[in-house]
């Protein structure tokens, strides 16, 4: 499965990141969402990659002194069929080569798929971590990397 670097203003891009945030704002009360709008999306420092068939994305966000994991969002027709595992080996692969030290995320509480997602990739949970606070709603996870 061929992965496409692209801008969340793609229409495609931007449909997916629209029913992936309308899925985060039924499950989590306001202000438990920390999903990044379009435009915080395509920032510099920020790398989104769509799935050639426009199923699945996701980013990676180059923080200070690690990066993060943000939107990582799988259409719910095609689950299953290793796109996040794909998307993720990605995010995993270019921090690793950039030499970043370490990747971390917050994700929702309830999302028993992502989390065994994150877990077989080698996250394992954490506090929370720059911006965020701690929250009923958040699990934190981190994952240590190494320079090829």
Same mark, same amino acid.
């Given at each position: 499965?061929? $992965?496409?670097?692209?801008?969340?203003?793609?229409?495609? =891009?931007? =449909?997916?990141?629209?029913?992936?945030?309308?899925?985060?704002?039924? $499950?989590? +009360?306001?202000?438990?969402?920390? &999903?990044?709008?379009?435009?915080? /999306?395509?920032?510099?420092?920020?790398? $989104?990659?769509?799935?050639?068939?426009?199923?699945?994305?996701? =980013?990676?966000? %180059?923080?200070?002194? &690690?990066?993060?994991?943000?939107?990582? !969002?799988?259409? +719910?027709?095609? %689950?299953? *069929?290793?796109?996040?595992?794909?998307? @993720?080996?990605?995010?995993? =692969?270019?921090?690793?080569?950039?030499? /970043?030290?370490?990747? %971390?995320?917050?994700?929702?509480?309830? @999302?028993?798929?992502?989390?065994?997602? &994150?877990? %077989?990739?080698? !996250?394992?949970?954490?506090? +929370? !971590?720059?911006?965020?606070?701690?929250? +009923? &709603?958040?699990?934190?996870?981190? *994952?240590?990397?190494?320079?090829?």
């Amino acid at each position: 499965m061929q $992965l496409i670097e692209t801008s969340p203003h793609a229409p495609e =891009a931007a =449909a997916l990141l629209a029913q992936s945030h309308a899925l985060m704002n039924s $499950l989590f +009360p306001k202000g438990s969402c920390h &999903y990044l709008d379009l435009d915080a /999306l395509a920032q510099p420092h920020i790398t $989104l990659w769509l799935t050639q068939d426009a199923q699945a994305c996701s =980013a990676l966000a %180059r923080m200070n002194g &690690y990066a993060e994991v943000k939107s990582l !969002f799988t259409d +719910p027709k095609a %689950r299953g *069929k290793g796109h996040a595992d794909r998307l @993720l080996s990605q995010i995993i =692969a270019t921090a690793t080569a950039e030499g /970043l030290p370490l990747l %971390r995320l917050e994700t929702g509480t309830g @999302l028993d798929a992502a989390h065994r997602l &994150y877990t %077989r990739h080698g !996250f394992t949970p954490r506090g +929370p !971590f720059g911006p965020y606070e701690d929250s +009923p &709603y958040s699990i934190f996870m981190e *994952k240590p990397l190494t320079a090829p």
